[in-house]
């Protein structure tokens, strides 16, 4: 990681392959601690996480998600739910539960663990195998899996920063850096 104050947001990178080490549950604590401490509207935290650590589910997973190959080796996955009873108003828990989500992997990347966002939400065949997978109430929506482990391939930090993305005080005037 860079010696920079940002360097845990600018070198977290998406990680496929893990070494065989399990995380600790005391670890996986402090992950949910952290999503957990994300912002929500009107701080209705409508967000519920299901740790999964059972390798026949984490084999289920793969055959049910066609970009969840990376659970072959994974030490857990963690799945990121919306209560929609609890969120601020139609559709909020969308917002609440990314910012979780990227809590959760900006956590993981500070502990030495990788980790990968896989999709689920909007896709709603994903979102209903995942709802019978974990027998999940009709009120309560899959929006992300996250794969987690200790890393078993290292990726340098990227140039993401695109000036023509930005605009100053308007979408006519270019943002200068």
């Given at each position: 990681m860079g010696t920079d104050k940002l360097g845990t947001i600018l070198d977290r990178r998406s990680i496929r392959r893990f070494t065989d080490q399990k995380i600790d549950h005391e670890v996986i604590t402090q992950l949910l601690d952290a999503a957990m401490h994300a912002p929500s509207a009107v701080n209705k935290q409508p967000w519920h996480f299901i740790v999964i650590d059972r390798r026949q589910l984490m084999d289920k997973i793969m055959e049910i998600h066609p970009h969840a190959g990376m659970f072959r080796t994974a030490s857990?996955?963690?799945?990121?739910?919306?209560?929609?009873?609890?969120?601020?108003?139609?559709?909020?828990?969308?917002?609440?539960?990314?910012?979780?989500?990227?809590?959760?992997?900006?956590?993981?990347?500070?502990?030495?663990?990788?980790?990968?966002?896989?999709?689920?939400?909007?896709r709603e065949g994903r979102k209903a195998a995942f709802t019978t997978l974990l027998d999940l109430p009709s009120h309560v929506k899959p929006f992300a899996l996250v794969a987690l482990g200790y890393p078993g391939e290292k990726k340098t930090r990227a140039d993401r920063f695109h000036p023509d993305k930005v605009k100053s005080n308007g979408w006519g005037e270019p943002y200068y850096h």
């Open positions: 857990h996955g963690i799945v990121v739910c919306g209560d929609e009873s609890l969120q601020h108003d139609d559709g909020y828990w969308v917002v609440d539960c990314g910012a979780a989500t990227q809590n959760l992997l900006l956590a993981a990347h500070s502990l030495g663990l990788g980790a990968c966002w896989v999709g689920l939400h909007p």
